[in-house]
């Protein structure tokens, strides 16, 4: 046998197909592999996860995981530049990719009879991609273009950019996973190469495949196209750790000609919860019992009752590092900031000293009961959950999913917002429409 196969779960998720069983097997050479079972499903969803990210980068070259990952589609030996498209035009399917601080992600939709078309694309390409200097070049202007459409482009541009190396004065997630221009120009298609040989060997893969299909089904056709891929030894990965602020509070201001509202975040650092499955799924709920619906205490009394914002919200990040927990704000140009930020921490206050409000976790509570409850109804959810356990969800708590909302309290939320707020706020960014942010002493110096 080439691999050890290990049945770790099986659950009920009460809907018209009341069984799923996620599946997961190991080959020799390292690479992982979990199915999600829904016989309902016509089509077939395959995530190919690279444990590498732009984290994990060059300091010089950041976003090199993302550029490998353009190169990706630009052909292997068995598929040349082109089939891919071809073949999937021919099915109705479609394939994307997406490459974030930790993980790089490729997946692919296609019909179930198709299944075994698209782990042959991937084998093929994790071993024999082909990186040819002249696409390297034309897909580094690609890329340049793309920094441009989602950052250069952007209502905030630099402003996103100063708020994140804010966050993160020394941790590698202070640069986004594009990078800077800078970093794009200085790619070479030696250093992909290397990048590529490092990083992308199936010991360092996982392969999740959602469907109507069992592991008895899939993973022979997984065996048969991957077990000869060579294993090897993973570099070290090296991050510098982020350092204690010690209440240090950075307030960050723009005046910005493009905006038409004012804009305001407000940012905590949060440890990563996602290997904790109580923990993770109590921060989760977190944010919706703040700020889930316009139903929500917070949300009702500062945009329908006060009207002190046009929305809020709140939304937790996390990575393998520690990342943050995001208050925003969305102001209209006449509403005072001043006012709305000192309710709001009022309002936070309060909550630290009495608690949520019970309703409102009752509702988000139940919110993600539903969800679960119509799980089987399609992919969406399945979808969801395995890029949860792809991030660091563990899989063996998958089976107690719902019992674990079941059995959450109020009082397990309520720890989380002490998580929260047990520091100041790192960052406190506002971001102005023209002529409506207030005058500091250097504009007066300038004459503005």
Known sequence: MKYILALLISFCFGSLYSKIIPQTATLTNGLKVIVFQNPLLPSVNVFTKYDVGTADDPAHLVGLSHMLEHMMFKGSSKYPKGEIDSILNSCGGIFNAQTSFDTTIYTFSLPAERLETALDIE??????????????????KVVLEERQQRLGNHPFRSAA????????????????????????????????KTHYSKWYVPNNATIVVIGPYDLAYVLPMIEKQFSNIS????????????????????????????????????SYRVPTLVARPEAYLAMR???????????????????????????????????????????????????????????LFEQLHEFLKKGLVESDFDKAKQERLNLFAFAMDGEEFLMALANSVLNGFPLEAVSHYEDLLKKMTAQQ????????????????????????MPKRNYQKVLGL
């Open 123 to 140: 084998a093929d390409r994790m071993e024999n991609l082909i990186l040819n200097e002249d696409e390297f070049l034309s897909e580094q």
């Open 413 to 436: 939320v309520n720890e989380m917002l002490r998580l929260v707020l047990a520091k100041p706020p790192l960052v406190i960014a506002r971001n102005y429409p023209k002529g409506k």
């Open 231 to 266: 294993p090897k030894e993973l570099p070290a990965r090296v991050r510098i750790s982020e350092p204690d602020r010690e209440g240090l509070a950075m307030t960050l201001e723009q005046e910005n000609p493009r905006a038409e509202n004012i804009y305001i975040s407000i």
């Open 285 to 343: 709920t977190l944010e919706s019992t703040l700020a889930g619906s316009d139903s929500r205490m917070l949300t009702k009394k500062m945009v329908k009752e006060k009207r002190l914002a046009l929305s809020v919200s709140c939304v937790y990040t996390f990575g393998k590092d520690d990342m943050d927990f995001t208050f925003s704000l969305v102001l209209s140009p006449d509403m005072n900031v001043e006012k709305a930020e000192k309710f």
């Open 161 to 192: 950019e100063i708020w994140r190396r804010s966050m993160y004065i020394a941790h590698p997630y202070g640069i986004f996973p594009i990078g800077y221009e800078s970093h794009i120009r200085a790619y070479t298609i030696e250093a992909l």
